[in-house]
C-alpha cells in the first residue's frame, strides 16, 4: 500500500476533529477535551507508524529533495495548481512536535477553559492542523493557503480566551496586532508566490505552482535576491527576527496558555521551516549572498531579547523574549549554511519548542493559582510548590543551555557550525550563554526563590500536570542525551539543503 | 567499575530526587552510602592501576555523531584522573558523613543530599570525560550544583543573589572556553582529549598563534572555576552555602577543576610560552591579592574562601612553570587541610549558633577541642609548617620549581604568600581560640557531636599530617620536573613561613583583639580589592540600565507610530464629511480652482 495516502490523514483528522469537538459540545463539557485529545494521540500513533517504516537513509540527495512519501492530486489544473503533500525527515519531526505539544495544550486547559468549549477546541485543532498542512505542502498555492488558514484560528484564540490586562493593553489589541503583522507579511510572500510563477511560466511557458518544478525556474540573480527577500520577509515575521518581533510578546502575554504554547512551540518553527524549505532552497545563490546579514539579524536577535527579557515584570513576556533570544540562534545557525549548524537548528527547534511549551504551561498553571503574572507579587514559591518549583527550575535550567538536554546540543551544534564560517559574530552570539543564565537564573530567583510573598500559599501541581511535566522532561534529557536518531531523521532533509546553499546544485 | 564511580553516585542523587517522604536515617544511608562505594571503588581502581599503570577507556555511549563531530560519552582514567577520582570519592565521602552530621535536622535534608550526591557524580564526569565536550557537560553541571547548593537557603534573597553571582561568573569563564572548544574543532577536527594533543603537537609549532589563542580561551574557563584573577570575585560571596558545601565544592574539588584542566590539556600549553607564562603570572597575581584580602576578613569562611584561592594561585603558579605534577600534588594536599579546615569551621559555627564573626568568638580552645586542633593541623599544613605538614612537601615542591625555572619574581611571590598565608591563619587561630571567650555564646549545642562529626575531622588531620608522603600516580601522566633542592633556599622558605606564624602571635596572639576599624587600603583589601565595585559599575549597571530604558520594545515604537498615523489620517478624513451642504461646496470649489490652476501652470 502506498503510505503516501496517509500523508492528508494527517491533516484530516485533526480538521474532523475540530468539527466533532464544536459539535459535540451540547452533550457536554467533556466531550470536546476526549476528542481533541484522542484526535492528537491518533495523529501520534500514525506518525509514530510512519516514522518506524521510513527509509531515512534511502536517498542522499543531490540538489533534488528527497521526500519520503507524496500524495498528488490535481485540483486547478488550470494553473498547475494540485494538492500536493510530501513528507520528509525534517518534516516528520516537526509535525511529531506539532502533534506532541497539541497534546499538551489540550491537557493544559483542561480547567483553564471552561467557556465555549467546544470552539476553543475546533480553534485549536484546526490551527495545528494548518500547521500540520504547511509541514507537508509541496504545492504553493496550497501552501499559503494553509499558511492562513492558520492565522484565523489563532486569532480568535488569542482574542476570545485571552487574559485581560488591567489597564494595560487587552486580548484583542495582542490579537489584532499578531494578524496585522502575520497577514501583512503573508501578503509580501504571496506577491513573491505569484512573481515566481509569473517568471517560471515567462522561461518555460508552463503554469505551475509546484514545488518541485519550480525549484528549476530560471531567474536572473537580481529576481532571485527580491523573491528571496519577499519569502525571507514572511518568515521572519513569524520567526520572528529582530525589527519585526514585537508582536510576540504581546500575543505572548495575552494567549491563553493553549495559545502560547502554540505559539511558541510550533507557530514559531513554522518560520524557521519555511526559511528552510522554501527561502534557503527556492533561491539558494541570493541566500547565499544574504547570508551575513540574516546571520547578524540572528545575534542581534539573541542579545536583544535576552537583553530585554531581563527588564520584564509579566513573568509571561519574560519568556516571550527569552523565545526571541532563542529564535536568534536558529537564524544564525540556518544562514552558517553548513550541516552541524542545519542539524544544530533542527533539534533547537525541536528543544525549544518542548522547553518554553512547558514554560509556558508552568505560567498558565500559576495564573490559574495565583492570578497574577507579575513577579512582584511572587516569590519563595518553592516552598509551597516543591513539584511546581521542579518543573520550572528544570525547563528554565533547559533554555539556559545546560548540557544534557536538548537546547544545549541545538545551540552547541549551532555555534560549532556556525564558527566555521563567522568566528567573530559566532563568538558575539555565545556570549548570549551568559545572558541567558542571568535571566533563566533571575526567573528562578523571583518567583520560586527569596521570602514568600502574599501568594505563596499556592496548590501544587495536580496529577494531570505531574504527568505532562515528567513526559516532557524525559523527552527533553532524551534529546540532550541521545539525540543521534532525530539527527538521523532529519540527516537527509538537511544534507539537500547545505548541498543547495553551497551552490552545489547550481 | 570505573562507570560504577559514577553511577553509584548518580543513583543516589536520582533515588533522592525521586522518593520523597524518606526518613532521614535512610537519606543518609542513600547519601553517603552511594558515594562511600564510589569511594571503594576508586580504591580497587587505585589497586589495579598501581600493578598495571596503563591508561583505559570505557565507552558508554555515542552522544552524537554530525558532519565529522564524533561525541562519545567516554571515561578516560590514567594517573592524573585517577588522582583526582581519590580526591573527589575519597574528601567527598568524609564530606557527606561530616554534612549528614551538619545538616541534621534542616527541612531541606533529602534535596541537599540529592543536591550533593548529583555534585559529585558531575565532578566525576568532568575529570573522567575522554572528549572535551563531556568535560564541558560535567564542567557545567558541577556549576549548576555549585549554584544549587549555595543557594540552598534560598528564602534569604543574599544567598541566591550569592549563588547567580557564582553561577554567572563562571559562565562567563565557561563561555571562553566553549569559544575555545569552536576553535579547537576547527582547527583540529576533533574533541577528543587524546586525539586534540597529539594534532595539536603535529600542527601547530612551537609559538602558534592558534595554539596561544586556544591555551587562552581554555585558561579563561579555568580562572572562571578556579576563582582566579579576574573572574575571582565569586568565591567569597560562595560561602553563603552551608559548610560541607564549601568544603566539598568550593575548597577540595570543583575550584581545583580549572587546575585539573590545564594539567590535562599541558601539551597544548606547552605549546605556547605566551600562554604558559599568564598561567604563572594569573596564580602569581591571585595568590598574592587573596593573601592579602584574607588578612582583614572578620568572617571565618572568608577568610578560608580568600585562601583557597591563595592556594588556587600556588596551584597556577606551579602550571605556569610547567611543574604540572606539582600543581596536582597541592591539590591533593589541598583537599586534605581545607576540607579539613572548612569542617572544623563548620563545627565552630555550629557550636556558637550560626556566629561567623570571629571578633565575637574567643577561647573557644578549651569548649571545642576537636576543633582546635583541626584548625591547628589545618593551619599547620596550610602555613607549611616544616616535615610535619603535608603542605610543606607540596609547597616547597612548587617553590622549588618556580626557583629552578628562573622565575626570580615568582618564587618571590611565592614566598612572600607564603608568609601572608601563615600571618593570616594564625591570626584566625589566635582570635577564635585564644583570649577571653566572646559573643553571644550559650552552653549547649544544637547538635551533640557525633561519630559522623568526628570520624572525617580525625581521618583529615590525619591525612593533612602524613599526606605529603602519598605518591600520587599522576606522576606518570605528566611531565616530572626534579629541580635541585638548593639548601639555602629551603631554609629560607621554612624560616619565612615560620615568620609569618611568629608575626601573627607578636600581632594577634599576645593579648586580646577587637575588630579594628579598617580604613584606607585595608578597608580595600577587605572587600577584596574592589573588583566587586569595579564590576558591578562596568558591567552590572550599565547592561541592566539598558534593559530598564528598553523596557518597553524601542523597536516597537515605529509600528506604534504607523498605527497612530494611520489612525490620524483616518480622523482627518472623517473630519471632512460634516454632513454641511456649504462645507462641500467651498471645498468642491477651492478644488477646482486647483485642478484649474495646476493645469494652466502645467
Given amino acids: ?506 | 567499575m570505573l562507570f560504577g564511580v559514577i553511577a553509584a553516585p548518580l543513583c543516589g542523587a536520582l533515588l533522592l530526587f525521586a522518593l520523597r517522604g524518606l526518613s532521614q536515617a535512610a537519606v543518609m544511608r542513600i547519601g553517603v552510602g552511594s558515594i562511600s562505594i564510589a569511594a571503594i571503588l576508586t580504591a580497587l581502581l587505585t589497586h589495579g592501576y598501581l600493578l598495571k599503570p596503563q591508561a583505559t577507556t570505557v565507552w558508554l555511549w555515542n552522544w552524537f555523531t554530525v558532519d565529522g563531530l564524533q561525541v562519545g560519552l567516554a571515561l578516560y582514567l590514567d594517573g592524573l584522573s585517577l588522582t583526582m577520582l581519590g580526591v573527589i570519592t575519597g574528601v567527598g565521602a568524609l564530606i557527606h558523613l561530616y554534612a549528614a552530621w551538619y545538616m541534621q535536622g534542616d527541612p531541606g535534608y533529602r534535596r541537599f543530599f540529592a543536591y550533593m550526591n548529583l555534585f559529585v557524580a558531575a565532578m566525576l564526569l568532568l575529570v573522567l570525560g575522554d572528549n572535551l565536550l563531556s568535560l564541558y557537560f560535567g564542567w557545567e553541571a558541577v556549576g549548576l550544583c555549585s549554584y544549587l547548593l549555595i543557594g540552598f537557603w534560598h528564602h534569604d534573597p543574599a544567598n541566591g543573589h550569592a549563588a547567580r553571582k557564582a553561577f554567572i561568573t563562571t559562565r562567563v569563564g565557561d563561555t571562553l572556553m566553549a569559544i575555545g572548544l569552536f576553535l579547537l574543532f576547527r582547527e583540529l577536527g576533533s574533541l577528543e582529549i587524546q586525539t586534540v594533543l597529539a594534532r595539536a603537537q603535529e600542527q601547530w609549532p612551537q609559538g602558534h598563534e592558534l595554539a596561544t589563542a586556544c591555551a587562552l580561551l581554555l585558561l579563561g574557563g579555568a580562572v572562571g572555576k578556579s576563582a582566579q584573577l579576574p573572574l575571582q570575585t565569586w568565591l567569597p560571596d560562595a560561602m553563603a552555602g552551608p559548610t560541607p558545601v564549601s568544603a566539598l565544592i568550593h575548597a577540595a574539588t570543583m575550584v581545583t577543576a580549572g587546575v585539573y584542566l590545564i594539567a590535562r590539556m599541558h601539551g597544548l600549553f606547552e605549546l605556547s610560552p605566551l600562554a604558559l607564562s599568564t598561567v604563572g603570572w594569573v596564580g602569581a597575581a591571585s595568590l598574592l591579592l587573596a593573601s592579602g584580602a584574607a588578612l582583614f576578613q572578620r568572617d571565618i569562611k572568608r577568610i578560608l574562601a580568600y585562601s583557597t584561592m591563595s592556594q588556587i594561585g600556588y596551584m597556577f603558579l606551579a602550571l605556569g612553570a610547567g611543574a604540572y605534577s606539582a600543581a596536582i600534588f597541592h591539590l591533593m594536599t589541598h583537599a586534605f587541610f581545607k576540607a579539613l579546615l572548612f569542617m572544623a569551621a563548620g563545627s565552630v559555627i555550629l557550636a556558637l549558633h550560626h556566629e561567623q564573626d570571629i571578633f565575637r568568638m574567643g577561647g573557644l580552645r578549651k569548649r571545642l577541642p576537636l576543633a582546635f586542633w583541626s584548625f591547628l593541623i589545618g593551619s599547620a599544613a596550610l602555613s607549611a609548617l616544616p616535615f610535619v605538614s603535608a603542605g610543606f612537601y607540596s609547597k616547597d615542591a612548587i617553590l622549588f620549581a618556580v626557583w629552578a625555572q628562573d622565575h626570580p619574581l615568582w618564587w618571590g611571590i611565592g614566598v612572600s604568600g607564603a608568609l601572608l598565608t601563615g600571618l593570616y591563619s594564625f591570626r584566625l587561630i589566635f582570635i577564635v581560640f585564644f583570649g577571653p571567650a566572646r559573643g553571644s555564646q550559650t552552653s549547649e549545642r544544637p547538635h551533640p557531636s557525633s561519630l559522623a562529626e568526628r570520624i572525617p575531622l580525625l581521618v583529615l588531620m590525619l591525612l593533612s599530617i602524613i599526606g605529603g608522603f602519598i605518591s600520587i600516580p599522576a606522576l606518570d601522566v605528566l611531565p616530572t620536573l626534579d629541580p635541585p633542592h638548593p639548601l639555602g633556599i629551603l631554609l629560607l622558605q621554612i624560616a619565612v613561613g615560620l615568620g609569618g606564624i611568629a608575626l601573627a602571635w607578636y600581632r594577634f596572639g599576645r593579648r586580646p583583639q577587637h575588630a579594628p576599624e579598617l580604613v584606607g587600603w585595608r578597608r580595600l583589601a577587605a572587600s577584596g580589592w574592589g573588583f566587586d565595585v569595579l564590576y558591578e559599575h562596568l558591567l552590572q549597571r550599565p547592561w541592566l540600565t539598558l534593559a530598564r530604558i528598553n523596557r518597553a520594545d524601542l523597536l516597537d515604537a515605529p509600528y506604534t507610530l504607523l498605527a497612530a498615523l494611520t489612525r490620524a489620517g483616518h480622523r482627518l478624513i472623517i473630519r471632512s464629511q460634516t454632513g454641511h451642504l456649504r462645507w462641500y461646496v467651498r471645498a468642491l470649489a477651492c478644488g477646482l480652482i486647483l485642478l484649474c490652476g495646476s493645469a494652466l501652470w502645467i
Fill in chain 1, 1 to 506: 500500500m502506498d503510505l503516501g495516502l496517509w500523508l492528508p490523514v494527517l491533516v484530516l483528522i485533526p480538521m474532523a476533529g475540530g468539527a466533532m469537538c464544536w459539535w459535540t459540545e451540547r452533550f457536554g463539557l467533556g466531550w470536546p477535551r476526549w476528542i481533541a485529545a484522542f484526535c492528537f494521540g491518533l495523529d501520534l500513533i500514525l506518525l509514530l507508524f510512519l516514522w518506524a517504516q521510513a527509509d531515512l537513509h534511502g536517498g542522499i540527495s543531490h540538489g533534488e529533495p528527497v521526500f519520503l512519501w507524496e500524495f498528488e492530486r490535481p485540483w486547478i489544473p488550470r494553473f498547475g495548481i494540485s494538492l500536493h503533500l510530501g513528507l520528509d525527515g525534517l518534516g516528520l519531526l516537526l509535525i511529531g512536535l506539532t502533534v506532541v505539544l497539541g497534546l499538551v495544550a489540550v491537557l493544559c486547559s483542561w480547567r483553564e477553559i471552561q467557556q465555549h468549549v467546544g470552539f476553543f477546541h475546533m480553534n485549536l485543532l484546526w490551527n495545528l492542523a494548518g500547521v500540520i498542512g504547511v509541514f507537508l505542502a509541496l504545492d504553493l498555492f496550497l501552501f499559503f493557503l494553509l499558511w492562513e488558514w492558520m492565522l484565523v484560528p489563532m486569532y480568535f484564540l488569542i482574542a476570545l480566551w485571552g487574559h485581560e490586562n488591567p489597564g494595560g493593553r487587552g486580548r484583542v489589541y495582542a490579537a489584532t496586532k499578531f494578524f496585522i503583522f502575520t497577514q501583512a507579511s503573508g501578503l509580501i510572500m504571496l506577491c513573491a508566490i505569484l512573481a515566481l510563477v509569473f517568471l517560471h511560466h515567462q522561461s518555460s511557458g508552463l503554469w505551475s505552482f509546484n514545488y518541485i518544478d519550480l525549484l528549476q525556474a530560471e531567474l536572473s540573480a537580481q529576481a532571485q535576491y527580491w523573491l528571496m527577500l519577499g519569502f525571507f520577509v514572511a518568515f521572519a515575521v513569524k520567526l520572528p527576527a529582530l525589527p519585526f518581533h514585537s508582536w510576540l510578546p504581546d500575543a505572548h502575554s495575552q494567549a491563553p496558555t493553549a495559545g502560547s504554547v502554540d505559539l511558541a512551540g510550533v507557530l514559531l518553527k513554522t518560520g524557521a521551516f519555511g526559511l528552510m524549505r522554501f527561502s534557503i532552497t527556492l533561491f539558494p545563490e541570493a541566500s547565499a549572498q544574504f547570508a551575513s546579514t540574516a546571520m547578524l539579524i540572528g545575534v542581534a536577535g539573541i542579545l536583544y531579547g535576552a537583553c530585554l527579557a531581563l527588564a520584564q515584570t509579566d513573568i509571561k513576556r519574560f519568556v516571550a523574549y527569552t523565545s526571541i533570544s532563542h529564535m536568534g540562534f536558529i537564524l544564525l545557525g540556518l544562514y552558517a549554511g553548513n550541516l552541524m549548524a542545519m542539524q544544530g537548528v533542527v533539534i533547537q527547534m525541536l528543544a525549544h519548542g518542548i522547553s518554553t511549551g512547558a514554560l509556558f504551561v508552568l505560567c498558565g498553571a500559576l495564573y490559574e493559582r495565583i492570578h497574577t503574572r507579575e513577579f512582584s507579587r511572587m516569590g519563595g514559591l518553592a516552598k509551597a510548590a516543591p513539584k511546581f518549583a521542579t518543573a520550572l527550575m528544570f525547563f528554565s535550567l533547559a533554555s539556559l543551555g545546560l548540557p544534557g538536554m536538548g537546547n544545549f546540543i541545538g545551540e552547541i551544534l549551532i555555534l560549532f557550525g556556525a564558527f566555521q564560517v563567522a568566528p567573530l559574530l559566532t563568538a558575539l552570539a555565545a556570549s548570549g550563554m551568559i545572558v541567558g543564565a542571568v535571566y533563566a537564573l533571575l526567573l528562578i530567583q523571583r518567583s520560586l526563590h527569596g521570602p514568600p510573598g502574599d501568594l505563596a500559599n499556592m496548590q501544587d501541581l495536580v496529577p494531570r500536570e505531574q504527568g505532562m511535566m515528567l513526559a516532557l522532561m524525559a523527552l527533553l534529557l532524551g534529546m540532550g542525551l541521545y539525540p543521534q536518531p532525530l539527527l538521523d531523521t532529519a540527516h537527509t532533509t538537511l544534507q539537500g539543503l547545505v548541498y543547495s546553499f553551497s551552490g552545489g546544485g547550481g
